[in-house]
């Protein structure tokens, strides 16, 4: 089992920055890839970006490149999204995933097993 808990949400005006957190317990040892995805209302869940727990090797979604930075420590066993130059369209519930088994498309929310609650983040213009 992997628990997951996002944090750093907030309300922010257009342009401004965010850092979200994932703090992870549990058999983190066998995470493969984590990942934020984001859900705005009325839409389905889109992915934002992931990261390779053991290379840090990152994917964005078009959406988001040059903008957003994700990053891990593994020591803290935390993920971190670093949002930078906000957009109103940027407003949604982001979650953060685990994908313990490997495999399949990062961008794919069927790739990940575990899942955090959530934190919203809106931005208003």
């Known amino acids: 089992q992997v628990q997951l808990v996002e944090s750093g949400g907030g309300l922010v005006q257009a342009g401004d920055s965010l850092r979200l957190s994932c703090a992870s317990s549990?058999?983190?040892?066998?995470?493969?890839?984590m990942g934020w995805f984001r859900q705005a209302p009325g839409k389905e869940r889109e992915f934002v970006a992931a990261?390779?727990?053991?290379?840090?090797?990152?994917d964005y979604a078009d959406s988001v490149k040059g903008r957003f930075t994700i990053s891990r420590d593994i020591a803290k066993g935390t993920m971190y999204l670093q949002m930078n130059s906000l957009k109103p369209e940027d407003t949604a519930v982001y979650y953060c995933?685990?994908?313990?088994?490997?495999?399949?498309?990062?961008?794919?929310?069927?790739?990940?097993?575990?899942w955090g609650q959530g934190t919203q983040v809106t931005v208003s213009s």
């Open positions: 995933a685990a994908d313990t088994y490997g495999g399949g498309s990062s961008w794919s929310i069927y790739e990940y097993d575990y």
């Open positions: 549990g058999r983190t040892f066998s995470t493969y890839t």
């Open positions: 990261i390779s727990w053991s290379d840090s090797n990152a």
